[in-house]
C-alpha cells in the first residue's frame, strides 16, 4: 500500500505538474478566447475542429476548477 504524500512537501513530479498546469491552463484559455473574439469581431469562417475543442477545454476548465473551490470550502468547513 503506496503511503499517502504528505501536502506540504510533496514530491518534485507533483510541484512541476502543479506549476506546468497553472502556467498553461490561462495561457491557453486566453488563446482560445482570443481566436473566439477575433472571430466574432471580423465575421471570419472558423475551423468547427477549433471550435469544437476550444469551447470543451474551457467548459471543462471552468468546471474542475468549480468543484475544486467547492471541496476546498467543505473541507475548510
Not at 468549480?66 to 476546498?72: G, M, P, S
Amino acid at each position: 500500500m503506496p503511503e499517502e504524500q504528505n501536502k506540504a512537501s510533496p514530491n518534485l513530479v507533483t510541484v512541476f505538474c502543479d506549476f506546468f498546469r497553472a502556467a498553461t491552463r490561462p495561457v491557453v484559455t486566453v488563446i482560445f478566447a482570443a481566436v473566439i473574439a477575433q472571430v466574432v469581431i471580423d465575421r471570419i469562417d472558423a475551423p468547427q475542429w477549433f471550435l469544437g475543442l476550444a469551447i470543451p477545454i474551457i467548459g471543462w476548465w471552468f468546471t474542475e476548477r468549480t468543484v475544486q473551490h467547492i471541496k476546498e470550502k467543505k473541507e475548510q468547513s
